[in-house]
């Protein structure tokens, strides 16, 4: 079994491609949302990557066969004052797994992070998602916190539709 590792180019046709099968697979995964990438997603992933100059893709392959991603974005630690990696997502096909290949895509990620001067490495992960949860432990990750007392932070979003937030409050509450 041949696996490769390696950041991905945003300009080559198979890269685009394998990001673009890769994580239309993973939405349509339960645990990506299980609903597929809308085509209009499908179109513009690749040229919105490739104009965001701190992401990164790393791409797996099996036998010449795509078979993992991580898509990943430069952030930035205030209380460090250095860049942060945040890998946005980690996809790896059912029939790849357990051969890992989570484990080469992230310590490749790691090693861009490092050369980067990042501080950290930084992701989500679902409650009810055991295999990666378990995944990510073993490479050393763990949940976030600054004081025990007061538990481990969590992951929140707030999705930009409808009405700004200053139009629907009245500055009251």
Known sequence: MDIRVRIADYRQRDDAAAITALLSAYARDPMGGGQDLSERVKQGLVPALAQIPAALSVLASVDGEPAGLCNCFEGFSTFQCRPLMNIHDVVVLADYRGYGLSGRMLALVEREARARGCCKLTLEVLA????????????????????????????????????????????KG
Do not use: S, V
């Not at 949940?143 to 979003?157: M, R, T």
């Open 128 to 171: 009810g998602n055991g295999a990666a949860r378990h995944a990510y432990r073993k490479f050393g990750f763990q949940g976030y916190e600054l004081d025990p007392a007061l538990g481990q932070a969590q992951f929140w979003q707030k999705p930009l539709t409808g009405a700004p937030a200053a139009e629907r409050f009245d500055g």
